[in-house]
């Protein structure tokens, strides 16, 4: 990747953008929003706000288009062809797309090139290969019968996604969606749309059918909603907040109880001890599992756990590397930490240190914005000591560079800490006791832990929560479970 090409790609004007519905661009019939970059604040394009009358119409296009069969009834080698043709069609567009997202989201494009097209492509691989290798079942019956356990696709896919890691995180949920046989309509984020209208286009031309794969760009409070109330939706999966999450529940209940898959936030807890293999590896650890992306990924280790025989010690190094990291143009090769999605973050962000030092933690690096005559949103990674169990800083999702730090005297006490939280995302140990890497990996309640380690980008390996972060897994062949339906048949022979 060269600087050249992204500063080329970086002044492309991009055209007001329209929704993709039944394999067409068509103009919403509500009104349009202003795209601002969060690089410099200014206007990118537009996208549209559609009404509900488009997501009805989107719905609609996608259930004809499965009710008829023309994805769905492909043959599963067929399929699997489209997809990776899809694949390699975001390869080939990698650096636009990167580019693109990253003009719409602020994440540093060191980071963007790998974790959206370069992840999103891979999804769409790994599913495209699991079609025609995944096989239905025999049951073990009496023997006077046979027993088929099939798996059908459910229909209709909703998908509503946020702004963070739009390709990556579309890819999980559309990707084996798509190999399944369903339908879908997405729903992206108001923030960061781009690249997801992007991926559609090039999903046709990859030989994905007309109305297969629909996108509806709004608001969530109206096209999210009325996506999650329609009656004709069969599964719904979802990012984002837990606010959103309990709302998408509450939709369901009072529509057609469609099956609702959510992965929500994350407090987890990244936990040191003593007997670090390496304590210099576990502080870079510490840091890039807080600051890579401002700290806007669900699965951040924003709490940080230290032994107290070497917290100062490794506070130190953790405010060394927090100081060190290169907070700047995300489109820029040189910048390791870019932007915050918005405005709004960024003033979250800054209340969240605000009310930690009201309640006594201390401020060891950062805590300011930075870069303001840009007109765009910086935050400096920032490291908080001194903070409670019990603080708001402890227990709520900040979503950007804030790194509070809690110490522990004992092995029980991290876990106590570790699992007091509505939370059960990610988390991770650094320790070289092997014993108590396994009693870590058992007691500390999340849906991944890491060892010595943190974050893993594997499509092989779920990705979900547990408590308040949610239920069902993205990734690897489990993913699969949301998109289908069980069908038996009982044979008597
Ligand atoms: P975040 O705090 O990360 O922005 P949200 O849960 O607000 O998380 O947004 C994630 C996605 O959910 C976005 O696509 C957003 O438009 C959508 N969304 C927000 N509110 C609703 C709602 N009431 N119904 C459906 N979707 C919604």
């Given amino acids: 990747m060269q600087q050249e090409q992204i500063d080329l790609l970086r002044w492309q004007p991009i055209i007001p953008q329209k929704l993709f519905i039944d394999g067409q661009w068509v103009a919403g019939t509500g009104s349009q929003n202003k795209v601002l970059s969060p690089i410099d604040g200014r206007v990118l394009t537009t996208i549209e706000r559609a009404s509900r009358a488009d997501m009805q119409a989107a719905v609609a296009a996608a259930r004809n288009a499965f009710a008829d069969g023309r994805w769905a009834d492909l043959a599963p080698s067929a399929r699997k062809q489209v997809l990776h043709k899809l694949a390699d069609l975001i390869q080939e567009n990698a650096l636009e797309l990167a580019v693109l997202g990253v003009r719409d989201n602020g994440t540093e494009i060191n980071m963007a090139i790998k974790a959206e097209p370069g992840s999103a492509a891979a999804t769409f691989r790994y599913y495209a290969e699991a079609i025609d290798k995944v096989y239905g079942e025999i049951a073990p019956t009496a023997p006077d019968f046979l027993g088929l356990i099939h798996k059908e696709p459910v229909g209709v896919v909703g998908a509503i996604i946020p702004w963070n890691m739009p390709l990556m995180i579309g890819a999980w949920k559309l990707a084996p969606a798509l190999a399944a046989g369903n339908s879908v309509v997405v729903k992206p984020a108001e923030e960061a749309s781009l690249t997801t209208l992007r991926l559609a286009e090039l999903a046709l031309e990859a030989g994905v059918p007309a109305g297969v794969f629909n996108v509806v760009t709004g608001k969530g409070s109206e096209v999210g909603e009325e996506l999650a109330m329609s009656m004709d939706v069969d599964v719904l ?24 898959y959510l992965e929500l936030g994350g407090k987890s807890a990244n936990i040191v001890f003593a007997d670090a293999p390496d304590l210099e590896q576990a502080a870079m650890g ?168 943190y974050g893993g980008a594997d499509a092989t390996m779920p990705l979900g929560g547990v408590k308040q972060s949610g239920n069902g897994v993205d990734k690897s062949l489990h993913a699969f479970d949301k998109y289908v339906d069980i069908k038996t048949a009982w044979i008597k022979l």
């Fill in 237 to 260: 999966v979802f990012t984002g907040s837990g606010m959103t999450g309990r709302r998408l529940l509450e939709y369901s209940a009072r529509s057609n109880m469609k099956r609702v």
């Fill in 286 to 453: 510490a840091a890039m599992a807080i600051f890579r992306n401002s700290g806007q990924i669900c699965i951040s280790g924003s709490r940080l756990l230290v032994e107290a025989s070497i917290h100062d010690e490794f506070v130190a190094m953790v405010v060394k590397h927090a100081q060190a990291l290169q907070v700047g143009d995300p489109l820029s090769l040189g910048s390791q930490v870019g932007a915050i999605n918005s405005v709004g973050q960024l003033n979250g962000n800054l209340e969240f240190v605000e009310k930690a030092v009201a309640e006594g933690a201390t401020i060891v690096a950062g805590g300011e914005r930075v870069m303001e005559e840009t007109g765009g949103y910086y935050m400096q990674p920032t490291v908080i000591t001194g903070v409670e169990p019990h603080h708001h800083l402890a227990q709520a999702e900040v979503f950007g560079p804030v790194l509070g730090v809690i110490p522990f005297q004992d092995e029980a006490e991290a876990i106590a800490i570790a699992n007091d939280s509505d939370f059960g995302l990610s988390g991770a140990a650094w320790t070289s006791n092997l014993s108590r890497v396994h009693r870590m990996i058992k007691a500390v309640k999340t849906g991944m832990m890491h060892i010595n380690t």
